[in-house]
Nanobody
Framework: VQLVESGGGLVQPGGSLRLSCAAS????????MSWYRQAPGKERELVAY???????NYLESVKGRFTISRDNAKNTLYLQMNSLKPEDTAVYYC???????WGQGTQVTVSS
């Protein structure tokens, strides 16, 4: 099982980024998937979840700004992040909903 994130970077407040997570080694289409983040000195928190059927849930503070999606044909999970704020700065991880597989993380920094 392998999960590889990409798409992080430095962005100004109000900007946008799209994270991707390429999955391999398992039947991606049958798994719920999640995005987590961990800021310095803070615990890792669940940002967004998508079921195998496409149902979604979000951390309250990102609702209306972030969108989780998946392309089962490409075995890829996405997180579209709009209207980014400095408090969104963190390392972002994708994971299976069961949390039995994790990516290596991608840094997102929101700063002017």
């Amino acid at each position: 099982v392998q999960l590889v994130e990409s798409g992080g970077g430095l962005v100004q407040p109000g900007g946008s980024l799209r994270l991707s997570c390429a999955a391999s080694g398992f039947t991606f289409s049958t798994y719920g998937m999640s995005w987590y983040r961990q800021a310095p000195g803070k615990e890792r928190e669940l940002v967004a979840y998508i079921s195998f059927g496409g149902s979604t849930n979000y951390l309250e503070s990102v609702k209306g700004r972030f969108t989780i999606s998946r392309d089962n044909a490409k075995n890829t999970l996405y997180l579209q992040m709009n209207s980014l704020k400095p408090e969104d700065t963190a390392v972002y991880y994708c994971a299976t909903a069961r949390r039995d597989a994790w990516g290596q993380g991608t840094q997102v920094t929101v700063s002017s």
